[in-house]
């Protein structure tokens, strides 16, 4: 089985930081793309980040140039470094990779980890 697993996540006052990590239970480098989602109370998820072909990145507009997608080969994770956090930033935090095989293309989500901006 295929798993993903989120850590990181915690209480933080705005204007803080924190690093998320995503670990999956095989090598990272067979997941084409990845992306880190979230998910509000009462609001829809959305798409945070991506990353294809392990150097290509994109941001939501919300986000630009205070989180960075990234991935460490060596401790076989996908990070998320979140600065200047704001209480909109408030959410479920989720990893998420599509590994294919053949014609298949199989999506795999991990099970969220908690990030509150408050003071």
């Known amino acids: 089985q295929v798993q993903l697993v989120e850590s990181g996540g915690g209480l933080v006052q705005p204007g803080g930081s924190l690093r998320l990590s995503c670990t999956p239970s095989?090598?990272?480098?067979?997941?084409?793309?990845m992306a880190w989602y979230r998910q509000a109370p009462g609001s829809q998820r959305e798409l945070v980040a991506s990353?294809?072909?392990?150097?290509?990145?994109n941001y939501a507009d919300s986000v630009r140039g205070r989180f960075t997608i990234s991935r460490d080969n060596a401790r076989n994770t996908l990070d998320l470094h979140m600065a200047s956090l704001k209480p909109e930033d408030t959410a479920v935090y989720y990893c998420?990779?599509?590994?294919?095989?053949?014609?298949?293309?199989?999506?795999?989500w991990g099970q969220g980890t908690q990030v509150t901006v408050s003071s």
């Open positions: 998420n990779g599509i590994r294919s095989n053949g014609r298949m293309r199989n999506t795999y």
């Open positions: 990353m294809i072909n392990g150097d290509s990145t």
């Open positions: 095989v090598s990272i480098v067979t997941f084409n793309p």
